[in-house]
């Protein structure tokens, strides 16, 4: 397809290389430029973004291999915050019901305008069971994370969903996730200030959400559990759990 036909601004450059005989692989690269473009949905972008598609994603691969989209990122910003790392969909089923995919995402991240950093590597599953054609709202999602993120802190966490999540389309209103469980653990020794006490703590559980059985209600269940040593009272061994229940837009935006 040619600029004209995509959903892009007129100061992004979208260009078609196609790198294998007859007909793929091919890399689609949106060149938004070297400074920032304003686009419809009111957000400044500025770089390039390239997807290398090793196949049609709707025709069967060759034998013996999958289809896969790999995502990069060059000098790529979204106002003014940077975004880093390689992302690889892999297909690995698609019918007119259900397709299942596994992402891989090596050295994601983000640098915001501050030059706060947030990095992330992790491999998540993802299996989408499609309704009636035409109609997204029925259509489900369930997804199963395993990595790690490292905050702005420069601290870094175990990613895992101990259940897995489920997310329902018809629920974009409250949340879109209405079920499982997600779980960022610090295994490694850091210091937490709780009040006006100070700990060394070498298990945080920092975030556990618990999205509940099914319905849009737009709550989650959160968990924060510090075990670890009390440094004013000679590093004595303690462990301390808080729970609370938050609205799923506070938990999404948590770090």
Not at 66 to 72: A, E, F, G
Not at 120 to 129: R, T, V
């Amino acid at each position: 397809k040619t600029a004209a036909t995509m959903p892009v601004p007129s100061c992004a450059t979208v260009t078609v290389q196609k790198i294998g005989i007859p007909n793929w692989p091919k890399i689609l690269t949106i060149d938004f430029g070297g400074t920032n473009c304003m686009c419809d949905d009111g957000k400044n972008r500025r770089g390039a973004i390239s997807a290398r598609f090793s196949n049609g994603w709707l025709t069967p691969p060759p034998v013996g291999e999958k289809d896969s989209i790999t995502i990069t990122f060059t000098n790529y910003a979204v106002n003014d915050t940077l975004f880093t790392g390689t992302r690889t969909f892999i297909k690995d089923s698609l019918s007119a019901s259900n397709l299942a995919v596994t992402l891989i995402v090596t050295d994601g991240g983000v640098i915001y305008p501050s030059n706060d950093t947030i990095k992330w590597n992790y491999i998540a599953s993802l299996d989408l069971a499609i309704g009636v054609p035409g109609d997204y709202t029925d259509n489900i999602i369930t997804l199963g994370v395993n990595g790690q993120v490292t905050d702005a802190s420069n601290t870094t966490y175990a990613i895992e969903t101990p259940q897995s999540l489920v997310a329902k389309f018809n629920c974009l209103s409250s949340c879109l996730f209405v079920q499982g469980a997600l779980k960022l653990t610090n295994s490694t020794t850091t210091t937490v200030t709780i009040g006006k006490t100070t700990y060394n703590a070498n298990e945080v559980t920092v975030t556990s959400g618990d999205f509940g059985s099914g319905t849009c209600d737009g709550l989650v269940d959160l968990a924060i559990t510090i075990t670890g040593t009390n440094i004013a009272n000679g590093n004595q061994l303690f462990q301390q759990s808080t729970t609370n229940q938050i609205n799923c837009d506070e938990f999404v935006d948590f770090e």
